[in-house]
């Protein structure tokens, strides 16, 4: 187990690189969605991703979609969303279940 200062650093540290990262992709810069991508495998693969960071990921996307200025804005992020990613949040929030790819 982590000390509680080496656990409040991480999480201190992670939630401004998410909140610098949210003010980038709101401002529309798609080279900070790329940049928030790929640093997402800096925190850890999904497989080893907390539920209390998957509640928090989805607090920051509510949020980050809420100061949207506009409908068209929230479209076109929609639009970006692969299908897939998409059908499987909707699926996960309606029912729980999460559909898995198959190799």
């Known amino acids: 187990m982590l000390p509680a200062v080496t656990m409040e650093t991480e999480a201190s540290h992670m939630l401004e690189a998410a909140l610098e990262q949210m003010d980038d992709i709101i401002a529309g810069s798609k080279a900070a969605a790329v940049e928030f991508s790929s640093s997402m495998y800096d925190l850890g693969s999904p497989i080893s991703t907390g539920p209390l960071q998957v509640v928090q990921l ?37 029912t729980g279940a999460v559909s898995t790819p198959h190799a």
């Open 58 to 94: 989805a607090e920051d996307l509510k949020l980050a979609l809420e100061l949207q200025p506009n409908q068209e804005d929230r479209d076109s992020l929609r639009a970006q969303l692969p299908s897939e990613t998409a059908q499987a949040l909707i699926a996960w929030l309606q």
